[in-house]
């Protein structure tokens, strides 16, 4: 589904990701951990076709995300740490500007369906977004990525900054969107999360991934123990 091969981003000397060799199976969730600077949003940023790359590629369904940049663009949705929406909006406005502009249009009912499917209390669907803690802001992205049916969700750090309950919840609408086949990629700095709701875990240093695994085959203890060893090395 996801695919890079040797994808290598270089900024004039500094190589910001090195020859990345990386597959993601459709339904699954691939966390990516790593310090500040490691290379997890150039990875993401490199399959959103926000930057080029230097050498390698990356693919989405077999396209090459440079050069099917719209077809695969079509497929995924994207929530960074921040998401962007129009403060004085409501969250159900948010949401029709933002299908509207991929295209797609819903009744008044349907939005709020799939706000509350996305876990949006009903009482602030119609409330501006400027009311919004930042968990009801990435539930109005979920939201999105369900209103796009999108097959892919590249998400950059979005439960930083999130209580435990909101963290969890959002975990929550993760796994509901992988039963449903959608696959994706997560930068995160939750060690917790990325052992909970993570199938996949992969560990970058220095725009490398030097760990890769299955997140069923390590426990917590395991994994913290592992990406301590490689940020003191
Ligand atoms: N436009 C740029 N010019 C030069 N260097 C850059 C540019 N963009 C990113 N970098 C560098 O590339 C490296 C990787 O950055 P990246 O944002 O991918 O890290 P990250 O793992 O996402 O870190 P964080 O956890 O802080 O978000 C960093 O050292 C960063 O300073």
Do not use: W
């Not at 991929?102 to 400027?130: C, H, M, P």
């Not at 369900?146 to 590249?154: C, P, Y």
């Not at 449903?180 to 909970?196: N, S």
Request: net charge negative.
């Amino acid at each position: 589904m996801l695919k890079t091969n040797g994808l290598t981003k270089k900024y004039g000397a500094f190589t910001a990701l090195n020859a990345l060799d990386l597959e993601i199976g459709e339904g699954d969730i691939f966390c990516l951990l790593g310090a500040n600077g490691a290379g997890k949003s150039t990875t993401i940023n490199l399959f959103l076709n926000f930057i080029e790359p230097t050498s390698g590629n990356a693919t989405i369904n077999n396209l090459d995300v440079n050069e099917h940049a719209l077809e695969t663009k079509q497929v995924l949705s994207y929530i960074p740490e921040n998401l962007m929406l129009y403060p004085s909006l409501t969250g159900l406005e948010n949401l029709d500007f933002f299908c509207g502009l991929g295209g797609k249009s819903y009744s008044k009912a349907e939005l709020e369906t799939l706000l509350q499917q996305s876990g949006l209390q009903t009482d602030f669907i119609d409330k501006r977004v400027q009311n919004y803690s930042k968990g009801m802001r990435q539930k109005v992205g979920i939201a999105l990525a369900r209103a796009r049916e999108a097959k892919v969700l590249l998400l950059d750090e979005p439960t930083s900054g999130l209580d435990p309950k909101a963290s969890n919840e959002f975990s929550e609408l993760l796994l509901e969107m992988k039963d449903k086949g959608v696959t994706t990629l997560m930068a995160t700095h939750d060690l917790f999360r990325a052992k909970d709701t993570g199938t996949h875990i992969g560990i970058m240093k220095e725009g490398v991934l030097v760990e890769k695994f299955e997140s069923k085959d390590v426990s917590f203890q395991d994994l913290e123990r592992l990406y301590l060893k490689h940020m003191h090395n």
